[in-house]
């Protein structure tokens, strides 16, 4: 390994985000190299659900078997420890949450990531950084010693206290914690009904079953931190926190992982600076309210990674990749306010007590519980799409939905089009309109025909390669804006097959 070795993307960071990451750009056809400076996998748990649309991204990607095999199902999710979220209500074929051991996550990224090609290089640790017009350079420590990697972009996915967004001078403001909070996954002799997070007299309390006798509890107390966040938690601390907050001493067995946390809520004020790009933790942090932050990291990764892609194939350019930042920013932000919105309800004060009947009831009706669901499982999520006419096509910027196809007498979801992480055309007119279609696209993007099984689909529609809706069928000169607007406007030779 020798100095001043060239990538084309580094991706710092090994944890869920950095590599799905990863595993889309070697789709999209770059083999990236990924910096982690711990030797090997942590093994523990930490974040455990993926929520309705992580499972989607999954499932689009043809990856969701390796992750759901033996994992258990919620129907259910919460909103600040009230009334349940009726998961099944929601729009698609996945209406629940998965519950997977952060660990598992990564270990089933890791493996996708080897098999599409990328080079993850575990205690290497990113040391400096230099950018300039044509490229990174950074410095790294490994275990034989330091050495230089060239790229023509860099993504840090390196947590809250992100090096990457530090080193590129990328702004982190908000607040910092203001309440002590611990966790510890154990063996316990007692058999809780969980999940379940409940509100008491000092604080938020809450159990999720991880397995057998094997539980995770939370204790967090609305009161100033009482150590540093790396500061290792003892089971005594675990156990006089949750006496503090409940009431109850609770008997435990073997202890398998203990940590803190809290609620600092900081977003980065740029998800790009140059030729550096920031995503998951790095870019946001917030209260863990509804398991968001795993979630929205590996969304942002989804959108990122085909961009990137094609910048470094050069098919795309700024403007393409400025639309990272413009799309993804709102989300997290979303994600921020509302985990503080579910903080305020969980205060223990009873002043808080008349606000949280009235939501409450709010909540029993279907269409506020449903409007939760999709914003806590991030399937509400619309992209404004340019040249979009003044009433859009309720489909336009959402995801494509799994309809079922025909085709050459097979019938399938439509998101087993997605597994290779490309854009196309669908086209729903079982071939009548493709050669309009593929005049205007000029092979930038693969059409293909099919038939849909239930009634009232559209003509066709252009799917960007994370999923999302780009144009719906109708007039062809909105094609070829939209085509334009995310494949380029450069035409090959001929149609790709």
Not at 423 to 438: I, K, M, Y
Request: proline share 6%; net charge negative; hydrophobic share 40%.
């Amino acid at each position: 390994m020798g100095d001043g070795e060239c990538m084309t993307v580094i991706v710092v960071g090994a944890g869920p985000v950095g590599l799905m990451l990863a595993c889309e750009l070697a789709l999209g056809g770059v083999r990236p190299v990924v910096l982690e400076r711990l030797a090997k996998p942590t093994g523990q748990s930490r974040a455990l659900g993926l929520h309705s649309r992580t499972v989607e991204v999954l499932d689009q990607r043809g990856l969701l078997d390796r992750f759901s095999e033996g994992a258990p199902v919620w129907p259910k999710g919460h909103f600040a420890g009230m009334r349940l979220l009726e998961l099944d209500q929601l729009d698609g074929r996945h209406t629940y949450a998965l519950m997977v051991p952060q660990s598992r996550t990564e270990a089933v990224l890791e493996e996708r990531a080897a098999e599409l090609g990328a080079d993850l290089r575990r205690g290497h640790d990113l040391t400096g950084l230099v950018q300039d017009e044509q490229g990174v350079t950074v410095t790294v420590s490994g275990p034989d010693g330091e050495y230089e990697l060239r790229a023509d972009y860099l993504v840090g996915c390196d947590g809250g206290s992100s090096k990457v967004r530090k080193l590129a001078g990328i702004g982190f403001p908000g607040n910092s914690s203001t309440l002590n909070a611990v966790l510890g996954d154990v063996q316990l002799d007692q058999t809780p009904t969980g999940p379940h997070l409940s509100r008491c007299a000092g604080g938020v309390f809450g159990t999720v079953p991880l397995g057998g006798d094997r539980y995770r509890i939370v204790a967090a107390e609305f009161v100033p931190p009482t150590a540093h966040r790396d500061d290792p938690v003892t089971l005594k601390e675990l156990l006089d926190t949750t006496k503090r907050v409940t009431g109850l001493d609770i008997e435990v067995g073997e202890t398998y992982w203990l940590s803190r946390f809290g609620n600092a809520t900081r977003q980065a004020d740029r998800y790009r600076e140059g030729r550096v790009f920031l995503a998951g933790d790095a870019a946001h942090v917030h209260f863990p309210a509804g398991g968001q932050g795993l979630n929205t990291g590996v969304q942002d990764a989804v959108n990122l990674g085909w961009k990137l892609a094609a910048a470094v194939r050069g098919q795309a350019g700024d403007a393409l990749l400025d639309t990272y930042h413009s799309e993804r920013w709102p989300v997290a932000k979303r994600v921020c306010h509302n985990t503080q919105a579910q903080l305020a309800l969980m205060n223990p004060s009873p002043s808080v007590d008349p606000l949280r009947e009235l939501f409450a009831e709010m909540m029993a009706f279907r269409e506020v519980n449903k409007f939760l669901s999709e914003m806590i499982t991030g399937l509400d999520l619309r992209y404004e799409m340019p040249g979009a006419p003044e009433q859009p096509d309720p489909l336009l910027g959402s995801r494509l939905p799994d309809w079922l196809l025909t085709a050459d007498g097979e019938r399938f979801g439509a998101m087993r089009l997605l597994h290779r992480g490309t854009g196309l055309l669908l086209d729903l007119t079982g071939g009548a309109r493709r050669a309009e279609f593929e005049s205007v696209l000029g092979g930038r993007v693969e059409v293909f025909s099919a038939e849909a099984v239930e009634p009232g689909r559209p003509e066709a529609v252009l799917v960007r390669p994370d999923g999302y809706i780009a144009w719906v069928g109708g007039a062809l000169e909105g094609l070829d804006l939209a085509a334009g607007t995310w494949f380029g406007t450069q035409r090959l030779a001929a149609p790709m097959s």
